[in-house]
């Protein structure tokens, strides 16, 4: 690695509910989340706020954009089409990754595609979906993690699965072996002690076992919309585990702050591999995206 690569962070746009959905959709699940979006939500997420920060990450020159999840609300097949057109928008595939969240895989689809709109943009064949996917940007390795399943009423928790842990498992390997700099995607906070039983991920002590092998050199997550650095102690260098706040909070909400995004910068120099995180974002609401804070996510400490 000669030079440097930017990687930008995403995470949780909730674009608003699509009006006119078709009744067949309708469940306890997907009343239950419109309701809350008519009554909390839709007063605090707001796409032109997004916009804006791809806006200023796009004009920062990023190499890559990546985006862990919650484009959408009710997971229906609406939103699924009017997040597609938003990622266009943004750049092509071969620039722009994005794996699903809880709130993109909500609730039965009864046989739609859903997600599966979105394949190129995971490095997989139209409406064709495999988890893990590998994406090699530069150097970096983006590996695809899918937390999202079905759940009932007032529970966001994610699961992983044996499937993908063991695929990932070897993926990590591989990947290590060809000296990648592998970055995992993850909706869900990867550890137990990120979050609630009702919203964590359930097999988290799984993945979290993973992990401490040593074979990822950063981990991006969503969901609690906070902007977050956990290090994982590993059998070799700490793994930061780093959230972010949601893309699109026109208001701070409770403990969440304004819209944020990260910006990570990937360097090597005599001692290793460095990575700068700087947090970009609104320190009010009417004013201008700026610089957050900054500091060194090294790897080689």
Sequence with gaps: MTETFTLAHFSDVHMSPIP???????????????????????????VAVADRLIADALALRSDHIAITGDLVNLGLPAEHEAALVWLTNIGPPDKVTVIPGNHDIYSSMRGDRGVARWAPYMGCEEDTLAFP?????????????????????????????????????????????????RVVLIHHPPLASLDTPRRGLKDAAHLRRLLERGDAEL????????PTVTWLPTLGKPVPLVGVASASAAVAHGDEPLAQYNLFTFFKNPDGLRIRHVVRGLSRPDGPVTKISESFLDASS
């Design 219 to 226: 981990v991006l997550y969503g969901h609690n919309h906070k």
């Design 133 to 181: 996917f590998i994406r090699r940007v530069g150097p970096l390795a983006l590996v695809g993690l899918n937390s999202a399943v079905e759940t009932p009423p007032f529970v966001a928790s994610g699961r992983l699965g044996p499937h993908q842990l063991e695929i990932a498992q070897e993926q990590f390997a591989e990947l290590g072996e060809e000296g990648a700099i």
């Design 20 to 46: 006119g959905v078709a009744w067949q959709y309708w469940n306890a699940k997907r009343l239950f989340g419109f309701l809350n979006w008519q009554r909390s939500r839709r007063h605090v997420h707001s």
